[in-house]
């Protein structure tokens, strides 16, 4: 087996200054994107001790005495898993009331817990939230860029990055993970990626829901990776299944519980009547996307199509990653009118600050592919700080006001 090298997380500042005032902090995201490493990483230096709730006692002895358990831990511990145990966290709940001192818990978890509001509301007020993505490219580089505060605070780029070309390719089926990127050529990693995705069907959504077929679920996620980067289609999506819709829906709600799928929300405006309300899809990793269709870094440039919908989502998740660690909240959506003008990503921070990312697999761009951007300038005013194109170039070129062309690179730069 190979091993897993650690790549330091730009999250880890957060983490550490949220554990000086908070008395619990959840690391939650996908199986296998880190949490556990982290959180033990951090921990150890401070002194926490480690439980694990895929440990078989450990288990056991939570789950039958959730009081007992809590009330014989250490006065700084990792529980890892925790999403296992859901009558948990109403313990650790009084436990914390009983006792409330900053840093008590740091919790880990492989499912969304602001997806199960019981959850969720049951330590409101005592918990900050940190959700952990697979591995961006600024951190496989060892790198923090500052691409989000650049795009609302400057439109002055003078950047020049050398063209990606075909090593675009490798970067999409690579992904984000660190077990498959530790894997030494791309089949190994696909291999890595299949063996994921059985595992999170027969493990964590066996532990979340009762489901009559599991062998769907894999399945579903295929077709999801089809659609990543398009309109959510409920009705395509359930067209190879002997399921019902409302069955489906409930599948794809578990994907998105465990951190499979995204879905991207549209952006609004009461003023305007000829926007699309549809969200789009986008696979949580494009290495799993890449492993569920078959596609290897050959295959996949030779389907424009199905590349530029898995670049998209590329740059989707990069951009999530990016902002997970940055100091701003950041709200992510899409644009689309009726009439076809889109703008692949919508970021908002502060005070409705609105950034625009258009995202272009070609190495030349022209005004047209702008369209949608300047639809998104009119509709947010004054609140528009920048719409970006980014294609396989070299320079950043400006395209009018406040209109950027930007070469991929410069995500990571």
Not at 303 to 324: H, M, P, W
Request: proline share 4%; hydrophobic share 40%; with cysteine.
């Amino acid at each position: 087996m190979s091993q897993v090298p650690f790549i330091p997380r730009n999250i880890q500042t957060r983490l550490e200054a949220a554990l000086e005032d908070t008395p619990v902090v959840l690391i939650h995201g996908p199986r296998q994107c880190g949490k556990t490493t982290l959180a033990r990483k951090v921990g150890n230096d401070l002194g926490y001790s480690y439980y694990s709730f895929d440990d078989a006692v450990v288990f056991n002895a939570a789950n039958e005495d959730p009081r007992g358990f809590v009330a014989g831990l250490p006065d700084r511990t990792i529980l890892d898993e925790v999403q296992r145990v859901p009558d948990l966290f109403a313990t650790i709940k009084h436990e914390v009331d009983r006792n409330r001192v900053p840093g008590r818990f740091i919790l880990t978890g492989s499912a969304n817990i602001l997806l199960v509001p019981r959850l969720a509301d049951s330590l409101a007020g005592r918990v900050e939230i940190i959700r952990l993505h697979p591995l961006s490219q600024c951190e496989i580089r060892g790198r923090d860029s500052r691409f989000l505060d650049k795009v609302f605070d400057s439109n002055e780029w003078g950047v020049h990055e050398t063209r990606l070309g075909a090593s675009i390719a490798d970067l999409v089926v690579s992904g984000g993970f660190p077990a498959a990127l530790a894997r030494k050529n791309s089949k190994r990693r696909g291999s890595w990626y299949n063996d994921y995705v059985t595992a999170i069907a027969q493990k964590d959504i066996r532990d979340l829901a009762r489901i009559r077929d599991f062998d769907a679920i894999p399945r579903l996620l295929e077709m999801a990776a089809l659609q990543s980067g398009q309109l959510f289609n409920l009705s395509e999506l359930a067209s190879p299944f002997q399921l019902s819709r409302p069955t489906i829906r409930d599948y794809f709600t578990l994907l998105e519980r465990v951190f499979l799928v995204n879905r991207l929300q549209p952006w609004h405006n009461n003023r305007l009547r000829r926007l699309i309300k549809t969200p789009k899809i986008h696979l949580g990793d494009t290495g799993i996307a890449c492993s569920l269709l078959g596609l290897d870094a050959d295959s996949l440039l030779k389907d424009r199509k199905i590349f530029g919908q898995l670049l998209e989502t590329f740059v989707f998740q990069e951009l999530l990653r990016q902002a997970s660690w940055n100091e701003v909240p950041h709200r992510f959506t899409h644009f689309r009118q009726k009439d076809g003008a889109e703008v692949d990503i919508v970021l908002e921070r502060g005070a409705g600050q609105v950034v625009g990312v258009e995202v272009k697999l070609s190495a030349t761009v022209v005004g047209k592919d702008f369209r949608g951007l300047r639809k998104l300038q009119e509709a947010t005013g004054s609140r528009f700080k920048a719409g970006v194109v980014l294609y396989d170039g070299e320079d950043g070129l400006s395209f009018g006001d406040r209109l950027l062309a930007l070469p991929l690179g410069s995500l990571w730069a």
